[in-house]
């Protein structure tokens, strides 16, 4: 027994030990036979396919014995006859009332006349020769022969105009030719009330007759660098020999520069003229006075364009050349402009700083003052600068507006002086009574404040206002002699229906001062004896009504200074008080 006992747990161990010997072997024999792993790559795309379907028929056939069959039904109408009276009408459709395309025509001619011996008359055609050719011709004449009271002398004048044109437009560009002729009459009849004799008036020749004669040649081109050109002379010549000749060649080129534009303008100016007789402060009338000015200029200008602003960066380069007395000088000027939009419509700021050599001439004077001697000196004018800012927009769809402040300095700036009676004179012409005007230059620096309102109350009716302040300071501390402080207009357009239509203008001119001297030996105007004369501000309102009797046929009345005021539009001259004119117009094609 003791033996069983001892051999039993041995045999045990035995068996545990086989048994671990047999797992050591399995795993050994799992690690041996372990392939390991392998990546697999796919080389063909995956394309599935749909099977065919076939669809179920929604009504199978049936063979059954006990369907029934449908019967057949008939419907039958019984008719009766009822009396009506009703007609219905036939339909038509609405028409749009069109409006007739205005008759346009090729010509007009229209005249008139009326108190105190006042006559108008115009002409116009334009005609076209080809489809793309054509011309042009207008004449335009206005005179009066009444007398204005308190004149010892004529008064009458006459202006009389002749416009032609040619213009011809090919595939790249446009080219036209421009001429005109004019013949004015003026008399230097403003001489102070009983200053002289009967005889003394009688001997005065107060005449004076202006004549132009002018050419322009222009051209101008599609999608090229340059852009036009313009050719410009003039001849203009008076009664007492004197006489101008002016050419003045102006052309521009654009170019792209990124996505701005650059423009250079180029300008050649040249004026020269004589006149016969010498300053009404000599003693006689020689010598005479001769003048000559050129002007070369270039204008290079930047125009930038952004969201609601418009910049122009220019400068202005000049050289002048007095060639009569062989002085020359070299002027830049800024040329600098810019636009705001603030809030659409309703308001643009906008502003700039500008200047120029303007070329004065004797026809540009005599525009501004045919009362002007024939003893000038023509001097061209420095304008430095010309500094302004400004706000201008639609308060309303119907109202508009535009304020302006402005800063300018001038060099030998132009005004208008009478000149001193010198009765010594002996010339061809009577101007040397103190009845006629020269030419000051003085440096003025000018304040101005301009306002103004356009109100447009429908397509028949329009109304503005305007009015402008000014304050001058001069380098001589005298006056600006002539130059109002105050100047106003008001306008009105109204379309009466389709037949009548009217209109009326009114200006306002503030007072001015002037200069009234008596000439001595001495030729020295500071040493004459000399006062200051005060001139009123007027006021004067001209009205027109009108009646379109046909499509060619029209006719107008026309009423001027309707205050009757003879006011003083320069020293001693009075203008004429009312005026009424009817006359006629007729449209036609030639």
């Known amino acids: 027994m003791r033996e069983y006992k001892m051999r039993q747990p041995f045999g045990l161990l035995i068996l545990l030990f086989l048994g671990a010997l047999q797992i050591v072997s399995a795993q050994e024999e799992e ?19 749909i099977s065919d ?64 011996a006042n006559v108008m008359g115009k002409f116009y055609t334009s005609r076209t020769i080809d489809r793309e050719s054509g011309y042009t011709i207008g004449l335009d004449h206005n005179s009066s022969r009444g007398d204005i009271e308190g004149t010892a002398l004529d008064n009458i004048f006459s202006n009389t105009k002749l416009d032609a044109s040619y213009s011809k437009r090919d595939r790249d560009f446009n080219w036209g030719v421009d001429f005109d002729s004019q013949h004015q009459l003026y008399n230097w009849y403003g001489i102070e009330n009983g200053a002289f004799t009967e005889t003394e008036v009688n001997s005065i020749d107060e005449r004076q007759n202006y004549y132009t004669a002018g050419i322009t040649g222009k051209i101008s081109m599609e999608d090229a660098y340059f852009e036009d050109a313009k050719l410009h002379y003039r001849r203009f010549w008076d009664a007492v020999k004197s006489g101008e000749n002016r050419a003045v060649l102006d052309a521009g080129l654009a170019f792209p520069v990124a996505e701005e534009e650059l423009g250079i303008r180029a300008k050649v100016d040249f004026v020269n003229g004589t006149f016969e007789n010498s300053s009404l402060n000599n003693e ?6 001769n003048y000559s000015n050129l002007q070369v200029g270039l204008n290079p200008n930047l125009r930038m364009l952004a969201d609601g602003l418009v910049l ?11 060639l009569e007395n062989s002085d020359s000088n070299f002027y830049i000027y800024p040329a600098v402009t ?50 302004y800012l400004g706000l201008k927009g639609q308060l309303l769809p119907n109202l508009s507006y535009n304020v302006k402040a ?13 000149n001193p009676q010198n009765t010594v004179r002996t010339d061809e012409k009577g101007y040397y009574y103190g009845n006629s005007f020269h030419v000051f230059y003085d440096d003025v620096k000018t304040i101005g404040v301009f306002g103004e309102l356009n109100v447009d109350v429908n397509r028949n009716f329009t109304l503005g206002v305007n009015a402008e302040y000014f304050n001058y300071s001069t380098e001589t501390d005298n006056p600006a002699w002539n130059l109002p402080e105050l100047t106003g207009s008001l306008f009105m357009d109204y379309q009466i229906g389709e037949k009548w239509f009217a209109g009326a203008n009114l200006f306002y001119v503030g007072s001015r001062e002037d200069l009234a001297s008596v000439a001595n030996s001495s030729g020295i105007p500071s040493s004459f004896t000399s006062e200051i004369v ?21 006719f107008f009345l026309k009423a001027a200074n309707i205050a009757n005021n003879n006011y003083l539009r320069w020293a001693n001259y009075p203008v004429q008080g009312l005026q009424i004119m009817g006359g006629a117009t007729y449209k036609f094609d030639l």
């Open 31 to 49: 690690e041996t036979d372990d392939i390991g792993t392998e990546t697999v790559t796919v080389t063909k795309a995956y394309t599935p396919t």
């Open 53 to 116: 379907a076939f669809k179920i028929k929604s009504v199978p056939n049936l063979n059954d014995s006990i369907v029934l069959q449908k019967k057949k039904i008939e419907y039958s109408i019984f008719s009766v006859p009822v009396a009506s009276t009703f007609t219905p009408a036939k339909g038509k459709a609405n028409a749009v009332k069109k409006t007739p395309p205005p008759v346009l025509y090729n010509s007009y001619a229209s005249a008139g006349g009326g108190n105190p």
């Open 284 to 289: 006689n009338n020689e010598p005479g006075i």
């Open 312 to 322: 122009n960066l220019g400068v202005k380069l000049v050289y002048g050349l007095d």
């Open 338 to 387: 810019a636009s705001y939009n603030l809030l659409d419509e309703l308001a643009i700021v906008y502003g700039g700083v500008e200047g120029e050599l303007n070329q004065n001439s004797y026809y540009g004077l005599v525009g501004d003052n045919p009362y002007v001697s024939p003893t000038l000196t023509i001097q061209p004018t420095d304008k430095q600068y010309d500094g």
């Open 406 to 418: 402005s800063y300018t300095a001038e060099n030998r700036k132009p005004l208008y002086m009478l």
């Open 534 to 554: 005060e001139l009123d501000s007027f006021f004067d309102a001209n009205a027109h009504i009108g009646y379109r009797w046909t499509d060619q046929w029209s």
